[in-house]
């Protein structure tokens, strides 16, 4: 026999309103697994809880780490999971992940079958597709900042923020430029560390040089 884990969530609002209490939610997941011949080994809730922040449902993120292959993860509708989009594709994402499968009874929605495997693949072409879009923003954010001398990341060694934006630190310039030669001339990262930390020369903070410290100036030089 399928198991399957049962999650059901309710706001007080939620409760006086529409008429899908904690309750209602349990008898519709119950009935739907004995009439699918499912054994329903688990019904995680989240009571009062808004569903608007997952991080903020601790019933949920059991529910999902309980869901494994061949369980599937069974809720009254798509609203008891999720109140956003980006919500729902991670849900969606981490349960084919655990080769798990999804049900939501008011949409009927079902991935054990074709078409609800066609719409779980769906959720996780969108899922890529959002992460990309968000990388192509990032990136293009921070090669403008760069481009502009905005500041935007933790201050690197060469400059200072002065009022949201880099301004050169002549002194500490002057090692970027002989780390840079020196890297140029073939010494390695970790000939170059020694020889700082052997003059006394500090880092950003005052701390010690390391190999991976002189990597990422030249790295971000060379960008």
Known sequence: MNKAIGYIRVSTQDQATEGVS???QRAKIAAWCAVNDYELVAV???AGISGSKMENRDGLNAALKSAGKG???VAYSISRL???TRDMLEIAERLEKRGADLVSLTERIDTSSAAGRMIFQMLAVLAEFERRQIGERTRTALAHKKATGEVYAPTPFGYEAVEGRLREVKAEARIVAEILKRRDAGDT????ADDLNARGVPGKRGGRW???TVRYLVNRQAA
């Open 210 to 212: 390391y190999p991976s």
């Open 22 to 24: 904690l309750e209602t």
């Open 44 to 46: 995680y809730e989240d």
């Open 189 to 192: 990262l970790a000939e170059i």
């Open 71 to 73: 369980t599937a993860l």
């Open 82 to 84: 999720a109140r956003s």
